[in-house]
């Protein structure tokens, strides 16, 4: 007879994490934890180190992306499909917490309003959301009504500065954007330095502040290397996990809960093959269907990415940091010191903005940085490892509304075989439109005094891309995945949500999902945040059902 758990954990990412310590704490239940990846290395801890980690294939998931962008029939014609499109996601202890660029943006109230009044998430609006977030957070301003102090992760809202992030902020201010000192807690257009969940010139992932104090705990067990197959359904409720651990098959028994944290990819793709989904496409790739949920893998949301390099007139970059002896004093200093420029992420300074949207609320955030990446001969930026010699800026700019959706659904039965996505990126005109404008709106705060002083030649897409359809046709080439999908496994009230808002799966018994593919409307900034205030409002609604 197997171990039997109270409570197994599928994923140690940003919701996984925090529920194996709120699950655990008062020690009355057994927890297990299985996660895919493994134990975080020395680059995980360091912030810059982000630039090694993403091309680590021990340390990041990649997703080939199915469907090319010249899919949609329309005036722009064929713009062709990015060679090799790949998308992203952190693996091993910590999840994308682990590997991500730190921004410690928690979304604005009225995303989470919305979930709420439109899609039916009784209880997670903006009020409960902000609670949520003062929780969780170390701020170190201090304590406010939206701020939160002597929590588990230490935010801080302005770590390195230099004099060219002071123009961008000027900048900013001078196109009418609020100057402010936390970039949370409001609303409406503004510009400051990004804050990061850092401390002392090291990452705060989520394994870090969650996970390694619990595994102390005897109730507490973390088996890495375990890669989840199905779970298993007995009478209509979950009882099992099947998994692989170094290519072995493995059975996890549980006699309470069995919860999904394995994000918004690997969860949907987790139920469906585990009979949990749209029975004909089940069907199709070779599951047999025991639970009609045609929304797993639908309604899929995701920021969409353009990164902008501009070549500057002087050698007031940062550039001279990341290679030959200024990357070595750079190191040096942080390993001495924990500070420069490599205790903070890849972006100091940040903006919201409307650009598009006729609400007129925030759709666009904005990341800058004083260096740029190299362009490739056919103008096409190259690795993120590749930080160009020259003096350069990067103004990255992310749509946040999009209101195309897409897809992603197994091919096959085994946990090895690829999925198939389709972002149906651009689908709409108002995300055309969308396009067209930010590209235009990062174009003017570049230019704007007093930063466009020194600020020259636009690598991408180029100064001669200037009409509306020669933008749209560049965007949609050039434009990257944000990192950011939900909704695969949204919750709601409707009959056709995946889980209802206390996030147990429709249709089944003893199972829940919690982590970002839950979330079931716009996130207006990064998901990190949220996806850990997922899981601490979750633990207290697991911990309120626990016999």
Same mark, same amino acid.
């Given at each position: 007879?197997?171990?039997?758990?109270?409570?197994?954990?599928?994923?140690?990412? +940003?919701?996984?994490?925090?529920?194996?310590?709120?699950?655990?704490?008062?020690? %009355?239940?057994?927890?297990?934890?299985?996660?895919?990846?493994?134990?975080?290395?020395?680059?995980?801890?360091?912030?810059?180190?982000?630039?090694?980690?993403?091309?680590?294939?021990?340390? *990041?998931?990649?997703?080939?992306?199915?469907?090319?962008?010249? /899919?949609?029939?329309?005036?722009?014609?064929?713009?062709?499909?990015?060679?090799?499109?790949?998308?992203?996601?952190?693996?091993?202890?910590?999840?994308? +917490?682990?590997?991500?660029?730190?921004?410690? +943006?928690?979304?604005?109230?009225?995303?989470?309003?919305?979930?709420?009044?439109?899609?039916?998430?009784?209880?997670?609006?903006?009020?409960?959301?902000?609670?949520?977030?003062?929780?969780?957070?170390?701020?170190?301003?201090?304590?406010?009504?939206?701020?939160?102090?002597?929590?588990?992760?230490?935010?801080?809202?302005?770590? /390195?500065?230099?004099?060219?992030?002071?123009?961008?902020?000027?900048?900013?201010?001078?196109?009418?954007?609020?100057?402010?000192?936390?970039?949370?807690?409001?609303?409406?257009?503004?510009?400051?330095?990004?804050?990061?969940?850092?401390?002392?010139?090291?990452?705060?992932?989520?394994?870090?502040?969650?996970?390694? @104090?619990?595994?102390?705990?005897?109730?507490?067990?973390?088996?890495?290397?375990?890669?989840?197959?199905?779970?298993?359904?007995?009478?209509?409720?979950?009882? !099992?996990?099947?998994?692989?651990?170094?290519?072995?098959?493995?059975?996890?028994?549980?006699?309470?809960?069995?919860?999904?944290?394995?994000?918004?990819?690997?969860?949907?793709?987790?139920?469906?093959?585990?009979?949990?989904?749209?029975?004909?496409?089940?069907?199709?790739?070779?599951?047999? @269907?025991?639970?009609?949920?045609?929304?797993?893998?639908? #309604?899929?949301?995701?920021?969409?990415?353009?990164?902008?390099?501009?070549?500057?007139?002087?050698?007031?970059?940062?550039? %001279?940091?990341?290679?030959?002896?200024?990357?070595?004093?750079?190191?040096?200093?942080?390993?001495?010191?924990?500070?420069?420029?490599?205790?903070?992420?890849?972006?100091?300074?940040?903006?919201?903005? $409307?650009?598009?949207?006729?609400?007129?609320?925030?759709?666009?955030?904005?990341?800058?940085?004083?260096?740029?990446?190299?362009?490739?001969?056919?103008?096409?930026?190259?690795?993120?490892?590749?930080?160009?010699?020259?003096?350069?800026?990067? *103004? /990255?700019?992310?749509?946040?509304?999009?209101?195309?959706?897409?897809?992603?659904?197994?091919?096959?039965?085994?946990?090895?075989?690829?999925?198939?996505?389709?972002?149906?990126?651009?689908?709409?005109?108002?995300?055309?439109?969308?396009?067209?404008?930010?590209?235009?709106?990062?174009?003017?705060?570049?230019?704007?005094?007093?930063?466009?002083?020194?600020?020259?030649?636009?690598?991408?897409?180029?100064?001669?891309?200037?009409?509306?359809?020669?933008?749209?046709?560049?965007?949609? #080439?050039?434009?990257?995945?944000?990192?950011?999908?939900?909704?695969?496994? %949204?919750?709601?009230?409707?009959? %056709? !949500?995946?889980?209802?808002?206390?996030?147990?799966?429709?249709?089944?018994?003893?199972?829940?999902?919690?982590?970002?593919?839950? *979330?079931?409307?716009?996130?207006?900034? $990064?998901?990190?945040?949220?996806?850990?205030?997922?899981?601490?409002?979750?633990?207290?609604?697991?911990?309120?059902?626990?016999?």
């Amino acid at each position: 007879m197997s171990e039997l758990w109270d409570y197994i954990i599928i994923g140690a990412g +940003s919701s996984g994490c925090v529920l194996a310590e709120k699950l655990s704490v008062d020690g %009355r239940s057994r927890v297990l934890v299985l996660e895919a990846g493994g134990e975080a290395s020395f680059w995980n801890h360091i912030p810059k180190g982000v630039a090694r980690l993403v091309k680590d294939p021990a340390k *990041i998931w990649m997703y080939k992306v199915t469907q090319p962008r010249d /899919y949609v029939d329309g005036e722009d014609g064929d713009d062709g499909d990015p060679p090799g499109e790949f998308w992203i996601r952190g693996k091993g202890l910590g999840g994308s +917490s682990g590997v991500n660029g730190m921004i410690w +943006s928690r979304g604005e109230p009225a995303d989470y309003d919305a979930w709420e009044n439109d899609y039916g998430a009784t209880a997670w609006n903006g009020d409960a959301m902000t609670q949520a977030f003062r929780s969780l957070e170390d701020h170190a301003d201090g304590a406010s009504d939206t701020r939160g102090e002597g929590g588990p992760v230490h935010v801080d809202p302005q770590i /390195y500065s230099y004099p060219l992030a002071q123009d961008m902020i000027a900048a900013g201010e001078t196109l009418g954007l609020r100057p402010v000192r936390d970039l949370n807690g409001t609303t409406g257009p503004r510009v400051g330095y990004y804050s990061h969940n850092i401390k002392a010139g090291v990452r705060q992932s989520a394994a870090t502040t969650f996970l390694e @104090p619990a595994r102390a705990r005897p109730n507490l067990r973390v088996v890495t290397g375990a890669l989840a197959q199905r779970i298993v359904m007995e009478e209509g409720r979950a009882v !099992a996990v099947e998994a692989h651990i170094d290519g072995k098959p493995a059975r996890f028994d549980c006699a309470g809960e069995i919860v999904v944290s394995a994000g918004a990819m690997e969860s949907p793709l987790l139920l469906q093959r585990s009979g949990i989904g749209d029975p004909e496409r089940l069907v199709r790739a070779g599951v047999d @269907p025991l639970v009609d949920a045609p929304d797993v893998g639908e #309604r899929m949301i995701e920021h969409l990415s353009l990164s902008m390099p501009f070549r500057l007139d002087d050698d007031r970059g940062t550039h %001279r940091n990341f290679f030959g002896l200024g990357l070595m004093r750079a190191m040096a200093r942080w390993a001495m010191r924990r500070d420069g420029i490599m205790a903070t992420g890849p972006f100091e300074v940040g903006a919201f903005d $409307n650009v598009y949207h006729p609400d007129g609320r925030t759709d666009a955030q904005f990341y800058l940085g004083a260096y740029s990446f190299a362009v490739g001969g056919d103008n096409d930026p190259v690795p993120l490892d590749k930080i160009d010699r020259r003096p350069g800026l990067t *103004i /990255y700019g992310s749509l946040l509304r999009l209101t195309s959706e897409g897809a992603l659904r197994i091919t096959g039965p085994d946990a090895g075989d690829p999925p198939r996505i389709e972002p149906n990126f651009l689908s709409t005109e108002h995300d055309r439109q969308s396009a067209v404008a930010i590209v235009r709106r990062m174009r003017q705060l570049v230019r704007a005094a007093p930063l466009g002083q020194s600020v020259g030649r636009e690598e991408i897409p180029g100064d001669d891309v200037d009409d509306d359809a020669q933008i749209l046709s560049a965007f949609r #080439r050039l434009s990257s995945c944000g990192l950011h999908g939900i909704g695969t496994c %949204r919750m709601g009230s409707d009959p %056709r !949500a995946v889980v209802d808002p206390r996030l147990r799966v429709n249709g089944v018994g003893g199972l829940r999902v919690v982590d970002c593919s839950v *979330i079931p409307g716009h996130v207006t900034g $990064n998901t990190n945040a949220p996806a850990m205030a997922i899981g601490l409002r979750a633990a207290d609604l697991i911990l309120e059902d626990r016999p």
